[in-house]
Structures are given as C-alpha cells and as structure tokens.
DNA sequence: CTTGATCTAGATCGGTTCGGTCGAGATTTC
DNA sequence: GAAATCTCGACCGAACCGATCTAGATCAAG
C-alpha cells in the first residue's frame, strides 16, 4: 500500500501539473485544489523540493511549481521520494537494495524471483506514467470541464 | 513492501511445501527450517490456518501441513492472508474496494487509473507462482541437494 | 489416568511509523 | 518595516510491527 502522504503527493503534483510551469502556487492554493491538509503538505512539498521535483519562490508572491517540465516526470519518482524503493522487499530492490539477512540462498530463492518479477512490472508502469500523460488522460476522458 | 511477517509465511509455506502433504512438521522444526522465531510462526500458522491454507494436527505426533495441493496455493493468497490487499490504494483494490474519501472524481483520476493498472500485473504476477512452482525451481536451480 | 508434547489464544511490550499540528524563524515584496 | 510567504524542527496521539510471555485446551502414549 502507498502511504496517505504519497497520494497527497501525486495530487498536489498533478495539480502543480495543471498551471503553467512559471506561475508559482502557493500551498494553501494547492492544499485546497488538491485536498490535503495544509500543514502536513508543507513538509511534503519542501520533500519533494530537496529531490528537485519541485521548486519554491519565498516571498510575498512566492509559491510552488514544477521542477521540470511534466512530461519528465513519472509516478515513480514521486512515489520513491515519499514512500522509498518500489519493491516488496529489499533484496528485490534496484533502488535499494540490500540482501535478507535471513537469506539462506538468494540465488535459489523463489520468492525473491517472484518479487523481482512484481518490481519490475510495477517500475515499468509506474514509470510510463508521467504527469503530461495523466494531464491529457484527465482532458480525454471530461473534455467539457 | 512486504511485512517481515509475510515474508515469514512465505517462507515457512515453502517449507511445508517441501515434504510429502501426509506428515505433518512440527512448529520447531517449521521455525528452524525456515529461520523464524517460534512464537511468531505460531501466531502466522494460525492465521493461514483460519484461512485454510493450511490445517493442524493435535496431540502428541502434531504438527501443520499445507491445506492443499502445492499447485493450488500461489503466493498471492498467502501474502493477501498476512499483510492485505495486494493494491497500492484502497480504490484500486479488487478484494478490498474503498473509495478514497477525498477523491473528487473517481472516473477521471489518473492516479487510480495507474494504479490498478500496477495491481492487476502485481496480482497477475503473484497468482501464477505457486508453491509446486517454487519447489520445481529450486530443484532446477540447485539439482544436486 | 497421568504425563508431556502439542496447538490455541490473548495480553503485553518496546519501538517505529504515520498522519497531522504548532510555533518560531528566515526571506522577499510592497 | 509590515505583510505575506516559505522553512524547519519539535511535538503529539494513535496505530502498527515484530516479538515474547503466560495460560489454557487438546490429544497420544505409556
């Protein structure tokens, strides 16, 4: 399961998505779009900040806005910034991997091969998914709004 | 990620896997063999029990063995027993449906849509390794034990 | 029928994570 | 310099996790 911080992350992200790139926007603005409690998206946009996927302007009219443009940026790398590595289990990891230390026999293991099977699917989707791709699936499907 | 505790269950599974279904294996030895603190395996075989994963024996010559043929017990059932759902949210569970309180619009939202997208390959991924699959792997793997 | 090995059950426990809030400080604009 | 904003760290309660302890129920064998 994905943390509750990690779905306010993908929101607030793709809200950010939403304006253009060089208008910043201020976090009570996303808190209310994106529906996530103010204060405890403070501490996720300065996250997201340090790992460069967002960037912040202080000041009067300061704000928030993408780091990059949307179409470089994936449902993956937001959610291993909240939430770390991607796979089941660290020895299934690429990002961070780290050997059970129970393990008798990694190379035998079946269910670590089951585990890197599931990571490397997940990575994959996970990865095709930008928020450009999410933007315009969101257009297709309510042309109206 | 996985719990450490599903890790355990998968394990001790594979466990039982291993020998003929008529004899029962003794928590002790589960726990040995698999490298699991007894007290906890205790409480984890009690929990597949309930599920009927597997099925115990009292008395003096107890022990556990597996509720049913290793072919028929894959290791999505096994960690969905432990640690829940397999989806990433609650909306894109097939077993546990919820809808997210905060979500706007279900049918437009893009992040639901990858992630039932990453549930379906994670479960897909999961259902066709079974235990009888696991073994037959080891054995490939490591032919001369 | 007693003994001892086993499973069953639940209370407990220390530690960590999670979701969230508060308050003070730093920075920029007007 | 006042006002609006981001920054940062401390803090909090509840839940969860991994694990252990204790006590009881059940059965088999001697």
């Not at 509750?4 to 253009?20: E, G, I, S, V």
């Not at 900040?49 to 990059?68: A, N, P």
């Not at 008798?104 to 091969?113: F, G």
């Amino acid at each position: 399961m994905l943390s509750q911080k990690a779905r306010y992350a993908l929101r607030a992200m793709l809200h950010l998505a939403a304006k253009p790139i060089a208008e910043p926007q201020q976090i009570a603005d996303i808190a209310e779009g994106a529906a996530v409690p103010r204060k405890f998206l403070e501490q996720i946009l300065l996250e997201l900040k340090r790992r460069g996927l967002v960037h912040s302007v202080r000041g009067r009219h300061g704000g928030y806005q993408l780091g990059r443009e949307p179409k470089d940026i994936d449902f993956a790398e937001i959610i291993r910034v909240i939430d770390g590595p991607l796979a089941l289990s660290p020895c299934a990891s690429r990002t961070a991997y780290r050997r059970c230390d129970d393990c008798t026999d990694e190379a035998t293991c079946a269910i670590r091969k089951a585990l890197i099977d599931v990571r490397n699917s997940t990575a994959k989707i996970l990865e095709q998914h930008s928020l450009a791709d999410a933007m315009a699936d969101r257009r297709k499907m309510k042309p109206a709004a």
